[in-house]
């Protein structure tokens, strides 16, 4: 039996492992409320060097039990290759199906990045370990990755861990959708051909916000940056300032032909919910 395949479009849902007893009943309601929203799957967060593992599972475990499809991701930064055979295996073992396969962060602190040091290599120990028991995405980058040197060695990265073998893709978030176009078409022109799914970040908290993108490298338009500034302590200005821009953005990806969208959701339901149903999906 194979790994289940992309359906025409895909919507899904990204959480992180909630670490305190009050995080997991928050989880479980904005679990709900999103579940109405019938998405593709919803997917959990891995911790750099295995830090979230048993939570990362127990949460996805939970997600199943709920009916709902849930993708576990794995990142290979600071393991081994045993760890990583063990964590594939488990994954396998409770009949899951899908996974997102990633390098990872380095754990601060943490001076040597494991066996393996790319997502490529990972995804290659996926198929070597199952073959096509997971349907396997993995990250890409359409502002190019942080450490990439030029966008053509960022491109190849990309192209590798299709070539080892993953099914499709999904975007680090980013505000500018020429960019995301440009992206596919360079990724096609290399002969790519899986799906490649829009990341979508929701704009709720600006310093929050502008820390992840420093840390990652996805770029807040000046003009953009400059209004939610702008907006200092008003709360309600920037959420409001931030649905009509993101809801924008989606509209935009999806009509140029985007086949779904990946929700950042940081465990909270109301920004992706409003979006949503702004957009008439």
């Known amino acids: 039996m194979a790994a289940p395949a992309a359906p025409a479009r895909n919507f899904s849902f990204e959480f992180f492992p909630p670490k305190t007893p009050e995080g997991v009943e928050r989880l479980r309601a904005t679990r709900k409320q999103l579940a109405q929203l019938n998405p593709t799957f919803f997917s959990v967060t891995y911790g750099a060097g295995g830090t979230t593992r048993e939570g990362t599972l127990a949460t996805v475990l939970e ?5 709902h499809h849930g993708a576990p991701h794995l990142s290979c930064v600071a ?4 760890s990583l055979r063990e964590v594939i295996a488990e ?4 009949g899951i199906r899908h996974i997102v396969a990633l390098r990872g962060d380095l754990p601060s602190g943490l001076a040597t990045s494991g066996e393996l040091r790319y997502a490529s290599e990972l995804v290659r120990l996926i198929r070597e370990e199952t073959g096509d028991w997971f349907r396997v995405e993995v990250a890409c980058y359409p502002e190019y990755h942080p450490q990439a040197r030029r966008p053509q060695q960022d491109l190849a990265a990309f192209k590798a861990k299709i070539d080892a073998g993953a099914d499709g893709a999904i975007t680090q978030y980013f505000y500018n959708a020429d960019a995301y176009f440009h992206f596919v078409d360079q990724a096609r022109g290399l002969g790519i051909s899986v799906p490649i799914v829009p990341g979508v970040m929701p704009i709720n908290n600006f310093s929050q916000l502008a820390r992840f993108s420093d840390a990652c490298g996805a770029e807040i338009p000046r003009w953009m940056r400059l209004k939610l500034e702008g907006f200092a302590d008003d709360t309600a200005s920037i959420k409001a300032f931030g649905l009509d821009v993101v809801t924008e953005l989606c509209a935009r990806l999806l009509a140029g032909g985007a086949p779904g969208l990946h929700f950042y ?8 919910s409003t979006i949503w149903h ?4």
């Open 91 to 94: 994954y396998k073992g409770h």
């Open 265 to 272: 959701t940081l465990n909270q339901a109301g920004p992706t």
């Open 79 to 82: 393991s081994t290759r045993a």
């Open 278 to 281: 702004r957009l008439g999906l």
């Open 63 to 67: 997600i199943r039990g709920e009916g």
